[in-house]
């Protein structure tokens, strides 16, 4: 299972990357205006910046909701670096969008799905990515990790090569429980992914080994 960053923060890139377990980067305008990133230049300038820092995927969503002005903007996103992944809504000419850009050999990660059906359409078009948001899900008292496993097996069945990436990660036992599901990818925020590091007996055992190591008086 590849590991993602949801972040356009530079730093936190940084920090996961320097782990030596990042395989790439999500982004979303949300996250883009959260680090203050206005204008144009600022945006396409940002997303460079970030496959300077990250040898692998790296998802820009696209801004229009019109079929042209998707088109548009994918091509000038994947104009600026060979691992851009073009990012488009889960909508009508969202799908259009889709198989257009797949027939064109631009890569694409199909955003905003909350159900098997969206998926499947995604799969359809030839989506490289499919990203269900499952703690959105969990926030309407529904089970995000239920659509990933509806999902990842009807991809199995049918053979589809669409790469489910499991998006809105809140935790630690999100993680795990898509690892554990067949999930092809995860995109998360930095402190779930550090979270993974955490156990309790972990923290005991080493200061029991850092106290016994003292007393060989190295
Ligand atoms: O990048 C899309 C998705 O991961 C957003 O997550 O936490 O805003 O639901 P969240």
Not at 24 to 36: D, I, Y
Not at 99 to 122: E, M
Not at 131 to 137: A, D, N, T
Request: hydrophobic share 45%; net charge negative; aromatic share 6%.
């Amino acid at each position: 299972m590849q590991f993602f960053i949801d972040t356009a923060n530079l730093d936190q890139i940084r920090e996961a990357n320097e782990l030596g377990i990042l395989d790439g980067v999500t982004t979303n305008p949300s996250l883009m205006a959260k680090e203050g990133i206005k204008g144009r230049a600022s945006i396409l300038k940002h997303y460079v910046d970030i496959c300077e820092i990250v040898d692998g995927p790296v998802s820009a969503e696209v801004l229009s909701t019109d079929y042209e002005g998707m088109i548009a903007e994918a091509h000038e996103l994947a104009g600026l670096h060979k691992n851009i992944v073009v990012k488009i809504p889960m909508i009508k000419d969202g799908i259009k969008a889709i198989r257009y850009l797949t027939d064109n050999g631009i890569p694409t990660n199909c955003t905003l799905v909350f159900s098997a059906g969206q998926a499947l359409l995604a799969a359809k078009a030839g989506a490289t990515y499919v990203s269900p948001f499952i703690g959105r899900i969990d926030d309407t008292s529904n089970d995000g990790l239920q659509l990933i496993e509806q999902i990842v097996n009807i991809y199995r069945y049918h053979g589809f090569e669409t790469q489910v990436l499991a998006a809105s990660i809140r935790n630690v036992n999100h993680i795990v429980k898509c690892a554990e599901l067949g999930a092809d990818v995860i995109t998360s925020p930095l402190p779930s992914i550090l979270g993974l590091l955490y156990h309790p007996l972990t923290d005991l055992g080493m200061a029991k080994f850092i106290e016994d190591t003292r007393k060989m008086e190295l």
